[in-house]
């Protein structure tokens, strides 16, 4: 066991728990999607993105692009939120909070292509 | 470049992470910290607004509390994490910049730099590998020929000299130890336009390596090699190195010449000069007895040669033990007046001072012209910065070795026919060899001519090979005569015609060319342009063949038909 890896799995998997808990529930209900979670799955990809940089291996570089897909999709949901509630006066309508959504769910699968391809990795790795 | 961003990325790593976290915590434990609107209401802050405090908290930028006025309880976290947050930052800055100094990081930026440089280069080149007195030397005699190179070497102040010498030509260098495979690569020995590599650092070994690894990667590349040795040469020839060159032996050679063929030997002098440089006079070398100080390699060298002469050669050496002395030789310096009496200094016609010490072979001189003025005196110079000891006239000749190997590769690399012509020319005798130096002079007075290769081919000579595709006779004399008035001759000389059947020592203006037949000419550098006429137009080149214009157009070929 490595101490290492430990922490490098536990944040590629935390990220897509915290993204999937904050995607999860109804599309359009502003009441299903807390806000916290939503920070902290972006928070969490940052770290996982970080802890991905300088592996020149192929599935190192596949790892990070997942990664970046992922931050991309986060922080766009973040920003059509910030620009519905504070930049303009939409506030959250069934349609802003699908919007956001539908984008955490684009990060969701990314980061389940990064768990699996760790999940992938371990098991051709096992001895 | 992939690795440069890998390593930054790698090392930053640890800061981003540090900052990233500070950076969530901060903002929110701001949303999570009950404050105060404007009318006294509880008031929890949203992260767009959190976030944007943090982020001008973080850089100290301060804008002040907004929205509203904080309460105690959200001052005192931003307190905190004020002090937090600009260490954070001076860490992930301080790493950053350390990281940009950091050894590998610049060599790895360097070696790309350098290996882009050579990339783009997109005319013929050589690889220099040694840029200490030879190497600087040659590269700066290129450089004035607007030819370029690369240059390796293992030293980075000399590769500092190298990009700061103010030349119309940037050449890359780069610091790197020339005897691994991956560094000539860098240098460009795979590039399509690289011509040769030269190998001039101080060690054999060194070069020998050079030349094998260019010889395996690039077997069609001709390489050049400075030795010192003999078993390093023979091993150099075995797998086929181009030119292999020893100072010593090159220079011994030449001084052998001059005993007997003092002419010879005059045009083999000039021919290493760069255009425009005095001509030297004809050196007769007294004969008689010689005093050599020093037995090394250049003692040696010259041994065997002034021997073969036919010279009586008196050796003076300070180490007995040495190998191959000669029984009679005198032990000591030559620097005071005792040995050099021992060795006979009055009886004697000259004296080597060939020790590989400058100080002594100055010392060696001073005595010796005391004790017998009349000594003709040849030195050896070793420090190319000493060069203006060894100036005053107090020496006949001075060999330098970086001037010799300089001189001797620039000629290999930039008119290869010029040691053909001389090789060839040593088969004559010396009044041929005299009689030559006086057209020499008569063509150029001043200063050495310039000389420079021809080669019967589609770019550099258009007129011509299209002449010698419709079967027109081209001879020599054709070259050689004046566009203007092709009764009158160019002050320029055939030195060489280079053909299938093989190669003319001044060939006469009658003999024929043929496609790829190369010539070699020596004139000034106008008459070099006004050749270039007979090569390249084809009106100029009719006229010299017919002694008329020929029409050039389907116009003036018809008027012409229609009046004969």
């Keep these: 066991m490595n101490l290492e890896k430990v922490v490098f799995a536990f944040t590629i998997i935390l990220a897509l728990t915290l993204n999937f808990g904050f995607f999860t529930g109804d599309i359009g209900n502003a009441a299903h999607h807390n806000v916290y979670e939503l920070y902290a799955a972006i928070f969490v990809n940052a770290i996982a993105t970080i802890l991905k940089f300088g592996d020149r291996t192929h599935m190192g570089a596949v790892l990070l692009a997942a990664s970046l897909v992922a931050d991309i999709q986060l922080v766009a949901a973040a920003g059509v939120w910030v620009y519905a509630v504070h930049v303009t006066d939409i506030g959250l309508t069934p349609a802003i909070v699908a919007s956001i959504v539908s984008l955490a769910g684009g990060a969701v699968i990314a980061n389940t292509i990064s768990v699996s391809l760790l999940v992938i990795e371990t098991v051709m790795l096992r001895r | 470049m992939d690795s440069i961003v890998f390593l930054i990325l790698r090392q930053m790593r640890a800061p981003l992470l540090l900052l990233t976290t500070i950076y969530a915590i901060a903002t929110l434990g701001l949303t999570l910290i009950p404050g105060m609107d404007d009318k006294g209401q509880v008031w929890y802050m949203d992260f767009f607004h959190a976030f944007y405090f943090v982020s001008f908290m973080g850089t100290t930028t301060g804008f002040g509390e907004i929205p509203y006025p904080f309460t105690d309880a959200q001052r005192m976290w931003a307190l905190i994490f004020i002090y937090i947050s600009v260490a954070t930052w001076v860490y992930t800055i301080g790493t950053l910049i350390r990281l940009w100094q950091n050894e590998t990081l610049q060599k790895a930026l360097a070696e790309h730099r350098f290996q882009r440089q050579v990339r783009q280069i997109n005319e013929s080149f050589f690889v220099v590998c040694g840029y200490g007195n030879t190497g600087s030397r040659l590269v700066k005699s290129l450089r004035k020929r607007l030819i370029r190179a690369s240059v390796l070497d293992l030293k980075q102040d000399r590769i500092d000299a190298l990009m700061l010498a103010e030349h119309p030509l940037f050449l890359p260098g780069l610091q790197a130890d020339a005897s691994t495979p991956r560094n000539l690569v860098l240098a460009g020995i795979m590039h399509p336009m690289c011509k040769s590599v030269v190998a001039l650092t101080d060690d054999n070994a060194v070069n020998l390596h050079i030349a094998i690894t260019a010889k395996v990667l690039k077997p069609e590349l001709k390489v050049i090699c400075r030795s010192d040795s003999h078993e390093i040469e023979a091993n150099m020839a075995s797998f086929g190195t181009d030119a292999i060159i020893d100072?010593?032996?090159?220079?011994?050679?030449?001084?052998?010449?001059?005993?007997?063929?003092?002419?010879?030997?005059?045009?083999?002098?000039?021919?290493?000069?760069?255009?425009?440089?005095?001509?030297?006079?004809?050196?007769?070398?007294?004969?008689?007895?010689?005093?050599?100080?020093?037995?090394?390699?250049?003692?040696?060298?010259?041994?065997?040669?002034?021997?073969?002469?036919?010279?009586?050669?008196?050796?003076?050496?300070?180490?007995?033990?040495?190998?191959?002395?000669?029984?009679?030789?005198?032990?000591?310096?030559?620097?005071?007046?005792?040995?050099?009496?021992?060795?006979?200094?009055?009886?004697?016609?000259?004296?080597?001072?060939?020790?590989?010490?400058?100080?002594?072979?100055?010392?060696?001189?001073?005595?010796?012209?005391?004790?017998?003025?009349?000594?003709?005196?040849?030195?050896?110079?070793?420090?190319?910065?000493?060069?203006?000891?060894?100036?005053?006239?107090?020496?006949?000749?001075?060999?330098?070795?970086?001037?010799?190997?300089?001189?001797?590769?620039?000629?290999?690399?930039?008119?290869?026919?010029?040691?053909?012509?001389?090789?060839?020319?040593?088969?004559?005798?010396?009044s041929w060899a005299q009689n030559l130096t006086e057209r020499i002079r008569k063509i150029s007075p001043s200063g050495f001519p310039e000389v420079w290769e021809c080669v019967i081919a589609a770019d550099s000579a258009h007129a011509v090979s299209n002449a010698l595709t419709k079967g027109t006779d081209v001879r020599i004399e054709h070259l050689t005569h004046d566009h203007h008035d092709r009764d009158v001759s160019l002050p320029v000389l055939a030195l060489l015609h280079s053909n299938s059947q093989g190669a003319f020592c001044m060939p006469s203006g009658h003999a024929s060319l043929a496609a790829n037949d190369r010539l070699l000419f020596a004139g000034s550098a106008a008459s070099r342009a006004r050749m270039q006429w007979n090569l390249q137009n084809e009106v100029a080149l009719g006229y010299m063949l017919t002694g008329a214009s020929l029409p050039q157009t389907w116009l003036g070929r018809w008027l012409q038909r229609a009046n004969s």
């Design chain 2, 247 to 430: 100072p010593f032996d090159s220079f011994a050679k030449d001084l052998g010449l001059a005993v007997d063929y003092p002419y010879q030997y005059m045009l083999s002098d000039w021919f290493r000069n760069e255009s425009g440089e005095t001509l030297a006079p004809v050196m007769q070398l007294p004969k008689g007895r010689w005093l050599l100080c020093g037995f090394g390699r250049f003692g040696r060298a010259i041994h065997r040669e002034l021997v073969d002469a036919g010279m009586t050669v008196q050796v003076i050496e300070p180490n007995k033990a040495l190998l191959n002395l000669p029984v009679n030789a005198v032990i000591g310096d030559g620097t005071e007046a005792v040995t050099l009496n021992q060795a006979g200094v009055s009886e004697a016609v000259g004296i080597i001072a060939g020790a590989d010490d400058d100080s002594n072979n100055l010392s060696i001189i001073v005595t010796a012209k005391e004790l017998n003025p009349d000594l003709f005196v040849i030195a050896r110079q070793n420090q190319q910065a000493n060069s203006r000891l060894f100036a005053h006239p107090r020496a006949e000749l001075v060999m330098e070795v970086s001037d010799v190997l300089a001189t001797k590769i620039r000629t290999l690399l930039t008119n290869p026919l010029v040691d053909d012509f001389l090789s060839l020319a040593r088969a004559h005798d010396d």
